[in-house]
C-alpha cells in the first residue's frame, strides 16, 4: 500500500488565490519531506527541504515567501502556493525522508 | 551542462526487444544512483539502485562508470508494461546537503 499520501490529488483554481498541498507519510515518520515541481515534459526539480519542527531549506530560485511550508508534526508537511498565478501550473510531488517513496503528486492548474 | 543528462527519446520498440538507455551525470562527487520510472501523470517509483560493480533484477541490467560518469540501463525481452519514462538520479551532496538530482527522463514505448 501507498507509503506517502498527497492531498487534493488536482486542483484548479483562479490566479491569484492561495492553494495548500498536503502531504502525509502514512507507516513512519518523517523528519524530512522534499517537495518537488515537474513541469511537462521536464524533469523534477527539488524545491525545498522540510524538516519537522524547524524551516524549510529552499532550492536557489524557489521564493521562501511564494511557497509556503509547514512541517508542524512527524507525519504532516503543507506546501502552500500563494497568490498563485498561470505559470505556476505545475505537478507538485513530495517524497519523504531517504526520497525512495513519492507521494502520488498534486496537479495544480492556475486559470 | 545539466547535472544528469538523458536522451529524451523517444525510444519506440516491438515488444520482446532488448532496449538501452545512457546517463551521463557531473558531479563526481555523486555518491548514489538509480533508475526511477515515471508513468505518466503518476510519480516516479524507484525501479534500482545502481552500483558499481553493476546490477541485474530479472529482466533489468543496471551499470556504472565512475570514471567516466556514464550510468546505463538494459531491458531485456521488453514487455508492454515496460512503457513508460525512465529517469536517470543522482545522490549528491550539495553546499552540505544530500539531494536527488533527476535526469529529463527517457520515453519508452513498447509497441505490441
Known amino acids: 500500500g501507498a507509503v506517502v499520501s498527497q492531498h487534493p490529488s488536482r486542483v484548479i483554481c483562479k490566479s491569484g488565490t492561495s492553494v495548500k498541498i498536503e502531504c502525509r507519510s502514512l507507516d513512519f515518520q518523517a523528519t524530512t519531506m522534499f517537495w518537488y515541481r515537474q513541469f511537462p515534459k521536464q524533469s523534477l526539480m527539488l524545491m525545498a527541504t522540510s524538516n519537522e519542527g524547524s524551516k524549510a531549506t529552499y532550492e536557489q530560485g524557489v521564493e521562501k515567501d511564494k511557497f509556503l511550508i509547514n512541517h508542524a508534526s512527524l507525519t504532516l508537511s503543507t506546501l502552500t502556493v500563494t497568490s498563485a498565478h498561470p505559470e505556476d501550473s505545475s505537478f507538485y510531488i513530495c517524497?519523504?525522508?531517504?526520497?525512495?517513496?513519492f507521494g502520488p503528486g498534486t496537479r495544480l492548474t492556475v486559470l | 551542462r545539466k547535472e544528469v543528462e538523458q536522451d529524451p527519446g523517444p525510444f519506440n520498440v516491438p515488444e520482446g526487444a532488448t532496449v538501452a538507455f545512457n546517463c551521463t551525470y557531473s558531479?563526481?562527487?555523486?555518491?548514489?544512483f538509480f533508475w526511477y520510472r515515471q508513468d505518466c501523470r503518476k510519480e516516479p517509483k524507484l525501479l534500482m539502485s545502481?552500483?558499481?560493480s553493476g546490477n541485474e533484477d530479472g529482466r533489468f541490467t543496471a551499470q556504472l562508470n565512475r570514471a567516466s560518469q556514464y550510468i546505463s540501463l538494459l531491458i531485456r525481452d521488453s514487455k508492454l508494461s515496460d512503457s513508460a519514462t525512465y529517469l536517470c538520479?543522482?545522490?549528491?551532496?550539495?553546499?552540505?546537503?544530500?539531494?536527488?538530482?533527476f535526469g529529463q527522463g527517457t520515453r519508452l514505448t513498447i509497441n505490441p
Open positions: 517524497s519523504v525522508n531517504d526520497e525512495q517513496f
Open positions: 558531479n563526481s562527487a555523486s555518491q548514489s
Open positions: 545502481v552500483y558499481s
Open positions: 538520479v543522482v545522490n549528491a551532496v550539495f553546499q552540505g546537503a544530500q539531494k536527488l538530482v
